[in-house]
């Protein structure tokens, strides 16, 4: 691969499903261009190449798990067998540009780091993934022996299988913040991670007045809100929830209530965003269709027309929706290997 001068080869992992609007946003960044993407079997990854000064930048987008600095690319039409694997990842030349970015965006090296290697593999019918890490670690250590193994590591070894037969191997650059995005000060079961919430406030278009979550919960979507501009307005059924989410978002107006008789009027909010209460955690008050026609009612109601409704829910059938909403973007993702949609409405 040739690149011009002062340009890192990177890749982020997102939520599974979330990898195209990821790259929509990297390809959004002045000096940021993507060049494929793929799927590791636990993540989506987004290949992408950063000018220096831009690098920063992209450690900051909101709907990415983690980033890293590249250090190579391995086939397995090359040789399928994990220690030549292993071989043309940890080449010392790239691994030490990659360090080089590692320590400019992290933290100064020292000569005794702690390392791990993480490994994923599409197909174990070559060999497993846990023999592709265990060479990876023994290329590491004959390069680095200085360097002790610990978890968790001042530094992160990954190679991904992100599409068959190709590997991707990176350093992290990212910590456990930019997936928490500051974390939650009360946790709640059922509670969404944050970069799926900050996918789904993305969908809602730019900032403009009022974001409503009427099924709030811990707040995570409103916390979201927040960060992008919007004032954020929440209720949930649960008044402990309301608490919670008092707790987690100050900046946010919250009440209890219920979603099917929403307590504000037409046109108030300029898009609703929301995590429907279905699923393994929480169950809905009535038949699940009934409820969910008068909560899109109420939702299609209190959205001024123009603005956004947009749901985490399995399944909305196609009459749930009243006629003042029109489904613009439907995107199935996976949350913790559960398959669940994002359901992207416009309000006419
Ligand atoms: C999946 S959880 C939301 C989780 C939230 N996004 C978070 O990050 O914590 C769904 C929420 O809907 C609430 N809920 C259930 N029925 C409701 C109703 N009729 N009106 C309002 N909220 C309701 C539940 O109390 C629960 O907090």
């Not at 540009?97 to 320590?103: D, T």
């Amino acid at each position: 691969m040739t690149r011009g001068p002062g340009v890192t080869a990177m890749f982020a992992t997102c939520v599974p499903g979330l990898g195209p609007l990821v790259r929509r946003q990297l390809d959004e960044l002045p000096g940021v261009s993507t060049t494929g993407a793929g799927f590791d079997g636990r993540a989506d990854i987004v290949l992408f190449e950063a000018e220096r000064d831009q690098r920063g930048a992209t450690l900051e987008l909101r709907t990415a798990e983690d980033v890293f600095v590249e250090v190579s690319r391995a086939l397995r039409s090359d040789g399928d067998s994990p220690r030549p694997i292993a071989g043309r990842i940890w080449q010392p030349q790239r691994v030490q540009r990659a360090l080089s970015i590692w320590a400019e965006e992290v933290r100064p090296l020292t000569a005794s780091m702690t390392f791990r290697v993480i490994a994923r593999v599409l197909t174990e019918k070559a060999f497993l993934r846990t023999d592709l890490r265990q060479q990876l670690d023994q290329a590491v250590r004959a390069d680095r022996p200085r360097w002790r193994f610990a978890d968790p590591a001042r530094l992160e070894v990954w190679v991904s299988e992100y599409a068959a037969g190709r590997f991707v191997a990176g350093l992290r650059l990212s910590d456990a913040e930019m997936r928490q995005h500051g974390g939650r000060d009360t946790e709640r079961r059922g509670a969404l991670r944050p970069t799926v919430a900050a996918a789904m406030v993305q969908l809602a278009g730019p900032a403009g007045g009022t974001l409503l979550d009427p099924c709030c919960g811990a707040g995570t979507i409103l916390a979201e809100a927040r960060a992008a501009g919007w004032a954020a307005h929440g209720s949930d059924i649960d008044p402990g929830a309301v608490e919670i989410a008092r707790r987690n978002v100050p900046g946010a107006q919250l009440r209890a209530g219920d979603a099917r008789r929403l307590a504000l009027p037409d046109g108030a909010a300029g898009a609703c965003v929301s995590n429907l209460p279905f699923g393994r955690q929480y169950e809905v008050q009535g038949h699940s269709d009934g409820w969910l026609s008068a909560v899109l009612g109420e939702m299609a109601r209190v959205t001024r027309p123009g603005g956004f409704v947009v749901l985490l829910a399995p399944a909305i059938a196609r009459n749930a929706a009243p006629d003042s909403l029109r489904l613009r973007q439907r995107i199935p993702i996976r949350l913790l290997g559960t398959r669940t949609t994002i359901w992207a409405y416009h309000r006419g």
